[in-house]
C-alpha cells in the first residue's frame, strides 16, 4: 500500500513497502542487515579521561532528580515525562531518522503523554496507551523493518516509564522506595567504573561493549549491596540483611543488564553514544540505560511484596 507522506529516513530498495528514493549519501548502517562498519581506533584520553565530565552531570542532575523525586508526585512525573521525551528522540535518532519530523514525532510526543496518563489514570491505563501507541506507531511509520525498530521504542521505554511513577505513587513507602532504587542504579555504575578503570582484567562482555569488565561488575554489585543497606539502615531501624543484600543485588544486576542492552543497541545501529545532551555520559538514554531494566524491577518485587512495604524488607 503506498504512503500518503514521505517518511523522513532514507530507505534501501528491497524493504518490504519501501517506496521513497534511496538516499544519496552512503549509509554507515543499515538496521535491515545489523551489518556494522569497521571501527575506527578510540582515542587515547587516558583511564580517567572523561571523570571530570562525569562528575559535573551528576552534580547538576543529580539534585534535580532528588528534589523532583521528594517533594511531589506530579513533579516527579512531570520530570519523567521530559526524559521520556528526550530518550524517545534519542531513539528516533539512533534508527537514523528525524525526531520531529512528521510521523517519527508521534514517538516522543507519546512517550512524553505516557507518564503523565500513568500518574493521572493509573499504570494499567498507561501500559494499555503504550501498547495502542506501539501499533499505531508501526502503521504509521511504514510497516516495514525501520518502522518495527521505531515502534519497538515504545516496548523499550515504557515499561520502565510507568515503573517509576507507579513505585512514587506506592503508599507510605513510595519516596524512599524510589530513591532506595535511585541510589542502587548510581552506585552499581559509579562501582563498576571505579573498579573496572582500577583493576580492569578480563571483559564481560566485548562483543557488545568492549570496555565493560568482569572486574567493574563486581565492583558494581557490591556498591549496589552496601549503598542498598545503607539506605535501608537511615529508614528503618532493624533491616532484614540477607533480604536487603539480595533485593539490591537484584536491582543492582538489571541496572548493568540494561547498560549492555543498550550498549548493544548503540553497536547494532552503529552509534558510539545515543546522543550529546549530557557531557561525559553522551545522551540520556546512556544515563538512564541501567534505569530502563531496574525499575521495571524494583516494581515486580515491589507488587510480589505488598503495598506499603519497604523494597529492602
Known amino acids: ?58 552534580i547538576v542532575l543529580a539534585p534535580l532528580a532528588l528534589t523532583c523525586l521528594w517533594f511531589g ?76 525498530w521505531l515502534a519497538g521504542g515504545f516496548v523499550y521505554l515504557a515499561p520502565a516509564v510507568i515503573a517509576l511513577v507507579r513505585l512514587r505513587h506506592l503508599p507510605s513507602v513510595g519516596r524512599w522506595d524510589m530513591v532506595y532504587l535511585v541510589l542502587i542504579i548510581w552506585a552499581s555504575d559509579i562501582g563498576a567504573y571505579l573498579v573496572g578503570r582500577l583493576v580492569g582484567g578480563p571483559k564481560l562482555a566485548p562483543a557488545i561493549s568492549p570496555g565493560k569488565t568482569w572486574s567493574g561488575a563486581v565492583g558494581g554489585t557490591l556498591a549496589a549491596a552496601l549503598v542498598g543497606l545503607g539506605v535501608a539502615g537511615l529508614v528503618s531501624h532493624r533491616i532484614p540483611l540477607v533480604h536487603c543484600v539480595v533485593i539490591s543485588i537484584i536491582i543492582g544486576i538489571a541496572s548493568m543488564i540494561g547498560d549492555l542492552l543498550e550498549s548493544g543497541f548503540k553497536r547494532y545501529f552503529g552509534v558510539k553514544d545515543s546522543g550529546r545532551s549530557i557531557p561525559g555520559h553522551g545522551g540520556l538514554l546512556d544515563r538512564l540505560d541501567g534505569m530502563l531494566t531496574a525499575a521495571p524491577t524494583a516494581l515486580v518485587i515491589a507488587l510480589l511484596i505488598g503495598e506499603g512495604v519497604w523494597l529492602w524488607q
Do not use: Q, Y
Open 1 to 58: 500500500m503506498p504512503r500518503i507522506w514521505p517518511l523522513p529516513w532514507p530507505i534501501s530498495p528491497g524493504v518490504t513497502g519501501a517506496t521513497a528514493p534511496v538516499s544519496a549519501e552512503p549509509s554507515s548502517l543499515m538496521p535491515e542487515t545489523g551489518a556494522l562498519p569497521p571501527s575506527p581506533p578510540p582515542a587515547r584520553k587516558g583511564r580517567w579521561g572523561d571523570l571530570g565530565k562525569r562528575v559535573g552531570s551528576a
Open 73 to 148: 508526585k506530579g513533579a516527579w512525573a512531570i520530570l519523567i515525562a521530559a526524559c521520556a521525551l528526550g530518550c524517545a528522540a534519542e531513539w528516533v535518532g539512533m534508527n537514523k531518522a528525524k525526531p520531529w519530523a512528521w510521523p517519527t514525532v508521534l514517538l516522543p510526543l507519546g512517550m512524553a503523554a505516557i507518564p503523565l496518563i500513568d500518574h493521572n489514570f493509573g499504570g494499567l491505563t498507561a501500559l494499555g496507551t503504550a501498547a495502542v501507541f506501539a501499533v499505531i506507531g508501526w502503521l504509521v511509520f511504514g510497516r516495514d523493518t525501520r518502522a518495527l
